[in-house]
């Protein structure tokens, strides 16, 4: 069938969720009590570990390949406006976010800054900044624009390109 990039991270979520359920209900299923005076067939949970591993290995399988699939989809596309692959822009985007972060503090920096007095002395201390605020907004400004296109050629990639799974 055909996916886009947003359609198989969905399926493979489901997978994920279904196999970890499966191990959930497994997990509460492989033992159980009964009260010497119970018939124990009646107090044991409905559980087949034959069929429990087989599923589990048929889950597995499924989201190793749905997986691979997104990876070769993700190292084989070229992200329209940039000169990257998708798996490329997958760690561009955090680099730029960590940029944005940065220069988001520090432009929202004061010049000049007048420190608390906490050595008990007479002594007033400023705290200046190093560097040009007005180039450090400017910047910010570029890297915000920057990562808000980013985001929207990947956007763009993972809803309207296909895959094959």
Known sequence: MEYTSAQANKLLKKLQEEHEDLLNVERQSYFFVA????????????????????KLLDLEKQIRHVKHCINVFNTTNI???????????????????????????MASSLEKKRLTNTNRTNLIEYQFANYDLKKVQEDYAAVSDELTRAQIALDRINTTKTMEI
């Open 35 to 54: 009260a010497t005076t119970e018939d124990i067939e009646l107090a044991r949970p409905a559980y087949d570990y034959a069929k429990v591993q087989e």
């Open 79 to 105: 992200v329209e406006g940039f000169d990257m692959t998708i798996d490329q822009i997958l760690v561009y985007i955090p680099q730029l976010t960590r940029q944005k972060e940065k220069l988001g503090f």
